[in-house]
Every structure is written in C-alpha cells, then in structure tokens.
C-alpha cells in the first residue's frame, strides 16, 4: 500500500470524478480482466492526467500569497 501524501490524498476525489465518465463509456459492470487494450489505456492516461492537474492546482492554492 501506498503512503499518500496530504495533496495526493487531497486529488484523489477531482481524479475519481475524471474516471467516472470513462468507467461510464467502459462499463461499470464489465470486469478489469475484460477491458481492451484501449480501454486500460483511456483510463491510465486520464487517470494520470488528472492527477498531475489537481496537484498543480493544489501547489498553486498552497503557494498564493495570502495578502
């Protein structure tokens, strides 16, 4: 298991949001086993994508000035 920082912990629920419309297009029903190449590959890339987004923005709120 992997120990998570605040942030990472913080865009976990902006990246389960970006997933839901692909698991929506997959198939919420249809095992990991039965996926296409593809359909990992759709779902790695925005997985990813998301993240890195969300922790920018995380890094960016946490580095305004606050006056």
């Known amino acids: 298991m992997v120990d ?3 942030e990472e912990t ?3 629920p902006a990246v389960m949001r970006a ?3 692909v698991m929506e297009s997959i198939g919420w029903d249809r ?3 039965q ?3 593809n359909d990992m590959h759709r779902l790695i890339v925005r997985t990813i994508e998301s ?3 969300e922790m920018a923005e995380i890094a960016a709120a ?3 000035v606050p006056f």
């Open 4 to 6: 998570f920082t605040e």
């Open 10 to 12: 913080q865009a976990l």
């Open 19 to 21: 997933l839901a419309p």
């Open 31 to 33: 095992p990991l086993g």
């Open 35 to 37: 996926l296409s190449r």
């Open 51 to 53: 993240f890195r987004i």
């Open 62 to 64: 946490e580095s305004e």
